[in-house]
């Protein structure tokens, strides 16, 4: 099976930036995709990495290291609508399946 | 609107009763999956969909069927559902631009199998 970690929960201020990390072990790789989800909602697309280095999309980033089976979502000046379970999903290669970590919980306060 | 539907959004039922969820996509996607979230265990693909006529499993494909006929639509099936199959589930489908894929989800639907 593929083996996807990331942490559980996570906690910041208002404003402050947050590392969201993601480890995997997988047959093969053609992807890494992150992805927030709001209680209740549906996932909403954040990024997909599929080459290293560094994605920036406004307040987010993500940061692929193949070699390493590793990545991270960066989350700058976190607002309190951004508090939201954080998926990390890895697409395998050859069978284009799709498995995700469990999910970061991330919580904003003020 | 470009959007993913799923119908129905909520549904009781009993251990046994045959039920299908459908899923509609009015993107002109190609790829097309299912997933099932559970506490403390994530999202998991039960089956994914590479064009018409092409189905595969996923993960956790037991107890489930899907059918692929027309692009837009990628129904699951649950020919006798078990209480285990208590869950939120997620149609998804995915764009490509060259190597590059965005993936769409549905608004999720809830069973509860008694």
Known sequence: GQNIDQPTEMTATEGAIVQINCTYQTSGFNGLFWYQQHAGEAPTFLSYNVLDGLEEKGRFSSFLSRSKGYSYLLLKELQMKDSASYLCAVRVSNDYKLSFGAGTTVTVRA | ?114
């Open chain 2, 1 to 114: 609107e470009a959007q993913v539907t799923q119908n129905p959004r909520y549904l009781i039922t009993v251990t046994g009763k045959k039920l299908t969820v459908t899923c509609s996509q009015n993107m002109n996607h190609e790829y097309m999956s299912w997933y099932r979230q559970d506490p403390g265990l994530g999202l998991r693909q039960i089956y994914y969909s590479m064009n018409v006529e092409v189905t595969d499993k996923g993960d956790v494909p037991e107890g489930y069927k899907v059918s692929r006929k027309e692009k837009r639509n990628f129904p699951l099936i649950l020919e006798s559902p078990s209480p285990n199959q208590t869950s939120l589930y997620f149609c998804a489908s995915s764009l490509w631009e060259g190597e590059r894929e965005t993936q769409y989800f549905g608004p999720g639907t809830r069973l509860l199998v008694l």
